[in-house]
């Protein structure tokens, strides 16, 4: 009775009328109470009465209060029996508060503790967006947020309630037996995404990895991913971050995003422009080997669907002025596991229908076939190569060894016409005046002429940057694809594929409808060595006439102007010499017989 009567008398009478006899210290705040309201709900401030040796204490610090003077505050009125309003806004707190002060139902019943507990069971954890507020505001109240295991319950909820709504959102698909609109599975679906935006770094990999877990579908995961990424990522100027701090923070957040990326495939969810911008950014903050060969790898799994910004790739100088712009190297590693996933992860199925074996043994691609993976992304690949040539042709610290090498990624058959190469080398030649010939040479010996179109040739002919071997080639193939043309055989495509009207071809009774790949393949290796014959011909009457130029030149130099007067004088001399024989011969019929039989026992073998 005089429990319910003291509780009756702190409930209706004014606090302000009944003296305080207890101070407590919040950080800079001071609360003038009442023992007897917080000791009856609070079994921290008991235990701290109690446990004074002072029976009449009446301060206390209670500085390690969740939330600060303002929880303790709204702790304090539920403990003087004030209903408190309790919001996503301050449920965090006020539970963490209830735990730190011991508010649960062993001192009272109905107390602050199951008063928060209920209101997160009822209001939050079934609701994502609640839940990602709440959890954004636990990020301030670590480690008792994290003691009371009310983050990991938070973050198990995302989970259980992103993958309900999946599968309910696949099931009225189901359903309806039509699919819903963009708009409609942009909202059902990972409408709630965007706000994890507000998350720490921390926070958002621990609910991304659960949610991956659960078998939240990738492309939602993906664009998840972009969003945070927008929000967490500084925009990089240049190819570098001066902040030393800012770069750290960087590489962590991106290193982290990297990792949380969805499984590689080549039908990845990832947009290759996200890939690239990370990558971009791996560079600039000095990020791990490991994080940028994960990304090379998803790009080059990719490749045939990027454009030129995507590899445009810059370079992180460390403080050297001289250093090129782009960072070639990694473009290389890109084509190159392009080129071997191309080749290497593929069916079994698909591999036999896409190669065959020539009559020597060699592997060769089937590209004439409708089902060949490769044949349309290697074309798109080869442009998107050729445009990048042109583009960093134009850097004057680019090495010729590095831009030779960019010219040899890609195999013969990759590019139909190589008029993109031929511009990108003519590029990269006016950039690079002072250029080694055997550079030159060899940068020069990647184009085709056989694929160079005849605006082309017509350009490379009158070339004065190209070596002289090239020219020649050009003009050979060029006279070529003249004399097919006047023979009727056909046209650029017919001279470089083999003529379907051939003598190869007239004896088989199949249309060009019906030609098969391995004919067709042969006819172009029986033309290729005809013409690789013809200018290893060509090379060496052209080697043989350099040659003769040059003993020409020597002997002329060499050779004395008396010298040459007695040798025309010699010459004179010896003809007069042969015409006073033909007057002393007699007639003029017996000369000529003279003449020739003489010349008979010269060149006679006795």
Not at 55 to 63: A, E, F, T, V
Not at 86 to 111: D, G, P, V
Not at 396 to 421: I, Y
């Amino acid at each position: 009775m005089v429990l319910i009567a003291l509780c009756l008398f702190f409930l209706f009478r004014p606090i302000s009328d009944v003296s305080s006899d207890l101070t407590i210290e919040v950080g800079s705040a001071s609360f003038a109470l009442h023992k007897f309201p917080l000791v009856s709900r609070s079994g921290r401030i008991r235990k701290l009465l109690m446990e004074s040796k002072d029976s009449k204490i009446s301060r206390l610090n209670l500085s390690g209060v969740p939330g600060g003077p303002h929880a303790f505050e709204q702790a304090a009125k539920f403990c003087y029996g004030v209903n408190i309003d309790i919001s996503l806004a301050n449920i965090a707190t006020l539970r963490c508060a209830a735990h730190f002060l011991e508010m649960n139902e062993e001192y009272s019943e109905k107390n602050l503790e199951s008063r928060t507990e209920a209101y997160l069971k009822d209001s939050i954890l079934p609701s994502i967006p609640n839940s990602i507020t709440v959890l954004h505001h636990c990020q301030n109240l670590i480690p008792i947020s994290e003691d009371i295991n009310l983050v990991n319950r938070i973050i198990n909820g995302i989970a259980n309630n992103a993958c309900k709504e999946q599968l309910t959102s696949g099931l009225s698909k189901l359903e309806h037996n039509f699919p819903p609109k963009p708009a409609e599975t942009e909202i059902n679906s990972d409408w709630w995404g965007k706000s994890l935006a507000l998350l720490n770094l921390d926070f958002f990999q621990r609910v991304l990895s659960a949610v991956k877990t659960k078998g939240l579908k990738q492309d939602i995961i993906s664009r998840i991913l972009i969003n945070y990424a927008q929000n967490a990522l500084v925009p990089v100027k240049g190819s570098t971050i001066s902040d030393l701090d800012m770069q750290k923070k960087q590489r962590v957040t991106v290193e982290t995003i990297v990792s949380l990326l969805p499984t590689q495939s080549r039908k990845s969810s990832v947009p290759i422009a996200f890939l690239s911008s990370l990558l971009k950014s791996t560079i600039a903050a000095g990020g791990s080997t490991s994080c940028r060969c994960d990304l090379e790898r998803r790009i080059g799994l990719q490749l045939d669907q990027a454009i030129l910004e995507d590899i445009l790739i810059p370079v992180n100088p460390h403080g050297n002025n001289h250093s090129p712009l782009y960072d070639t190297d990694s473009v290389v590693r890109i084509f190159s596991m392009f080129l071997n996933l191309d080749e290497d992860d593929v069916d079994d199925d698909e591999e036999d229908n896409r190669r065959m074996r020539n009559d020597e043994g060699e592997m060769v691609y089937d590209f004439d076939s409708p089902g060949s993976p490769k044949q349309s992304s290697i074309i798109k690949v080869s442009k998107l190569l050729d445009n990048y040539l042109a583009e960093v042709a134009l850097d004057s610290n680019l090495s010729p060894s590095k831009f030779t090498a960019l010219s040899e990624l890609l195999p013969d058959h990759a590019r139909v016409v190589q008029d993109g190469l031929y511009r990108a080398v003519d590029i990269f030649l006016k950039v690079h005046p002072n250029m080694k010939d055997s550079e030159r040479y060899r940068l020069c010996k990647t184009i085709d002429c056989q694929k160079l179109t005849q605006e082309a040739c017509s350009h490379a002919a009158q070339n004065e940057r190209l070596p002289v071997q090239m020219a020649v080639q050009v003009l050979y193939f060029e006279q070529i694809r003249l004399r097919n043309a006047m023979n009727g055989v056909g046209g650029h495509n017919q001279f470089f594929f083999g003529s379907i009207n051939g003598p190869n071809r007239a004896g088989s009774g199949a249309g060009s409808g019906c030609i098969s790949p391995r004919d067709n393949y042969a006819s172009v290796r029986r033309e290729n060595r005809e013409l690789k014959l013809e200018v290893a011909r060509m090379r060496m009457r052209l080697t043989d006439l350099e040659k003769d130029h040059v003993t020409m030149k020597q002997d002329l130099v060499r050779s004395h102007p008396a010298n040459r007067l007695f040798k025309s004088f010699t010459k004179k001399l010896s003809k007069l010499n042969l015409l006073f024989r033909f007057k002393d011969g007699g007639s003029k019929a017996n000369s000529e017989s003279k003449l020739l039989f003489q010349k008979r026992r010269r060149h006679s073998v006795s």
